[in-house]
């Protein structure tokens, strides 16, 4: 089993920025092929951005593409995403995901694929 822990969720103003943190643990992070993704009121949960075990690979979703940075740091468990210029269709519940797989260049876009997740944390963007 694998334990997420999201934290930095807020209130924020349209153009500001917030910087989301996730602690893992249960399982060796530098296996986890990590992600996030999020859920805005009354719609589907959604992918944000995917990161390999090794950080050489980054994707994220076209709608946040060049505002959010997604890092990880395998000596403290953690994955992160920095957010800038946030705009208020930004506004969710961020979920942090992870899936255990053998290699270090697995990145994974569709939640189905994701074995493990947090209980997410509300970020609020006003207009």
């Known amino acids: 089993q694998v334990q997420l822990v999201e934290s930095g969720g807020g209130l924020v103003q349209a153009g500001g920025s917030r910087r989301l943190s996730c602690a893992a643990s249960g399982r060796t992070f530098s296996n986890l092929v990590m992600g996030w993704f999020r859920q805005a009121p009354g719609k589907e949960r959604e992918f944000v951005a995917g990161i390999s075990q090794n950080s050489v690979n980054i994707v994220y979703a076209d709608s946040v593409k060049g505002r959010f940075t997604a890092s990880r740091d395998n000596a403290k468990n953690s994955v992160y995403l920095q957010m800038n210029s946030l705009k208020p269709e930004d506004t969710a519940v961020y979920y942090c995901?992870?899936?255990?797989?053998?290699?270090?260049?697995?990145?994974?876009?569709?939640?189905?694929?994701?074995?493990?997740w947090g209980k997410g944390t509300l970020v609020t963007v006003s207009s």
């Open positions: 995901a992870a899936h255990e797989r053998s290699g270090s260049y697995q990145v994974i876009r569709t939640s189905r694929d994701m074995a493990y």
